[in-house]
C-alpha cells in the first residue's frame, strides 16, 4: 500500500505527464503499444525474407554454408520478432 505523501508524487508525476507529453500519456492509460516506425517493419520483412531465400537457396543448392547463413539469419530475425513483442 502506498503512503499519502506517495500517492500524491504520482499524482504529479502523472500531471507532468499529461501536459509534458499529452501523446505519451493517453498510450500508457490506454494501454496500447506505438506503432513500430515502417522502418522497423520494413528491417522485420526484409529478414524474414532474406532468411527464407537463404535457406531455400541452399536446400536447392545443396549448400551447407548458405544453408548456414540462411539459419544464423532465421535466428537474427526470431530475436527481432522476439524483442518487438517483448517491448509490447
Known amino acids: 500500500m502506498l503512503s499519502h505523501h ?3 508524487e504520482l499524482e504529479k508525476i502523472e500531471r507532468w505527464f499529461e501536459l509534458t507529453e499529452p501523446a505519451l ?3 500508457l492509460r ?3 503499444p506505438a506503432p513500430p516506425p515502417p522502418a522497423r517493419l520494413a528491417l522485420i ?3 524474414d525474407i ?3 531465400f537463404l535457406m531455400l ?3 536447392v543448392a545443396n549448400s551447407p554454408a548458405l544453408l548456414l547463413i540462411g539459419m544464423i539469419t532465421v535466428t537474427t530475425a526470431v ?5 518487438r513483442f517483448g517491448r509490447a
Not at 530475436?79 to 524483442?83: A, D, E, K, Q
Open 79 to 83: 530475436i527481432v520478432h522476439l524483442s
Open 45 to 47: 520483412l526484409g529478414l
Open 30 to 32: 490506454s494501454g496500447r
Open 57 to 59: 537457396l541452399g536446400i
Open 6 to 8: 506517495d500517492r500524491q
Open 25 to 27: 500519456a493517453a498510450r
Open 50 to 52: 532474406t532468411a527464407g
